[in-house]
């Protein structure tokens, strides 16, 4: 099955819902960055809620997510235009905890909580919208919904997942997001609390082949999907883009890496492409500069 969100209203009880999959998208990041298995339940959480979130504006800004929390795992980034889109990366993916009493992958022992998560939605304005608040688990659902709260003031049930296999492949990934719109009763609240305290990972639900539609119809029997949007992991990078990148470092620093080292080799931190630059073209940039 692709990979796919689904964006939906529960007028009953007062709240907007979203819901995804993506199991494929991480498999392909976890196959670019050869990433190991709690550094791809990281990523997947990430890129889940990130997408998800990304849902909720209708006018394809750039968002870029960013957390660190001063773990092994180093700095997350995941940026997407709101288009199904997504590109991430993880500071170090050769990293991996699992919880001694459950087994399950430690993904906030991986993260960490001494540090933030970093919003920046890029609406084409002057200057971008910036939310960021301190981690609270590291675990990256518990993270998005204290984000919600803190800086949107919007009460949202966040609940992402991954299963690993012990190859390190994808099994499945993805996850849902409830949110309280202004008019929510005690009772709905109350409602939303009951069905999420003993719900089932939702990892294993995608992993028994549950879609996302199904699983939001497990919580509300009454969802109204309202669109649909497929979803991928690609990146954008050029040779043209990383020649502006060389550009912004100045012509003493181009001019040695010609004497030292007769040109140099750029690697998109996003999706692992290595771009080659000879003397020639770097003495050209030179020139132009």
Not at 234 to 245: F, G, L, P, V, Y
């Amino acid at each position: 099955m692709k990979d796919y969100l689904v964006r939906g209203l529960v007028n009953s009880k007062n709240c907007r819902v979203f819901a995804c999959q993506t199991t494929n998208l991480l498999e392909k990041a976890r196959q670019e960055h050869d990433l190991w298995p709690t550094a791809s339940a990281a990523l997947g959480r990430m890129m889940s809620a990130t997408l998800m979130m990304a849902a909720m504006n209708k006018n394809n800004e750039k968002m870029t997510v960013t957390i660190n929390g001063g773990g092994p795992i180093g700095t997350m980034m995941a940026v997407t235009r709101g288009d199904g889109h997504i590109k991430g990366f993880v500071g170090d993916p050769h990293v991996h905890y699992t919880y001694n009493d459950t087994g399950h992958l430690a993904v906030g022992v991986a993260v960490g909580t001494q540090g933030t998560l970093q919003v920046i939605r890029d609406m084409g304005l002057k200057e971008p919208f910036c939310g960021t608040v301190p981690l609270q688990t590291g675990e990256i659902g518990d993270d998005f919904s204290y984000y919600f709260m803190a800086s949107e003031q919007t009460p949202s049930v966040v609940s992402v997942g991954v299963l690993v296999d012990e190859t390190n492949e994808i099994l499945s990934s993805g996850g849902f997001i409830i949110q309280l719109l202004p008019e929510a009763t005690e009772e709905d609240i109350s409602y939303i609390e009951e069905k999420i305290k003993d719900f089932p990972a939702v990892s294993s639900l995608i992993h028994e082949g549950k879609t996302p539609e199904e699983i939001l119809k497990m919580i509300f029997d009454d969802v109204e999907i309202t669109d649909r949007q497929d979803l991928f992991f690609t990146c954008d990078c050029s040779r043209e883009k990383m020649i502006n990148a060389l550009s912004t470092i100045g012509k003493q620093e181009l001019q040695s890496m010609i004497d030292e080292d007769h040109g140099c080799e750029i690697t998109c931190q996003f999706c692992n492409t290595k771009y080659q630059f000879s003397e020639e073209e770097l003495q050209n940039l030179i020139n132009r500069l």
